[in-house]
């Protein structure tokens, strides 16, 4: 049986998609997009706002806002690619009620974010408590622009 890839992922605002639409195309793997619930609107993405919904979000580690769909097939996939942008220095705690919604024993999860200014930090042990441990969790990339076709597919084909 062939070896089959998703590329799972939550943007905020359009930067972490485009980085795993240019995956998906190197890796030659099915796209899915996390979304929650409720969408995120301008003012609950203001970091500087203390009561915003990000922040707030971000401030209690076991907060879990809910999916819109759970509508991922993850059974049918060998490797997830899992993308999303670094808030605070993690993934949003979206990316755990993903995560925390399926099975993934026996998944090799590769993470790729996309960052304004931080790297992963300590985001793949935060992420790690949400799967099962026969998960194999990989910190893979930040995928801010500028990566080439060429070079996602050489990076790939690494994994």
Do not use: H, Q
Not at 28 to 43: G, Q, S, W
Not at 65 to 91: E, M, Q, R, S
Not at 115 to 142: C, D, M, Y
């Amino acid at each position: 049986m062939a070896k089959k890839t998703l590329v799972a992922y939550f943007s905020a605002r359009g930067v972490t998609e485009r980085a795993a639409k240019a995956l998906a195309a190197a890796a030659d793997a099915d796209l899915y997009e996390i979304r929650p619930a409720v969408p995120y609107t301008d003012a609950d993405l203001d970091w500087r706002n203390k009561r915003s919904r990000s922040t707030v979000e971000m401030n209690d580690l076991s907060s879990r806002p809910a999916l819109a769909d759970a509508a991922a097939n993850v059974a049918a996939y060998d490797t997830v690619f899992l993308g999303f942008p670094i808030w605070w220095g993690l993934a949003p705690t979206v990316v755990c009620t993903f995560l925390e919604s399926y099975d993934f024993s026996g998944k090799k999860i590769v993470l790729f974010a996309t960052s304004g200014g931080s790297g992963f930090g300590r985001t793949a042990e935060v992420l790690k408590k949400s799967v099962s441990p026969e998960a194999t969790v990989i910190t893979g990339k930040l995928l801010n622009g500028g990566t080439s076709a060429a070079a996602l597919k050489r990076w790939v084909k690494t994994l």
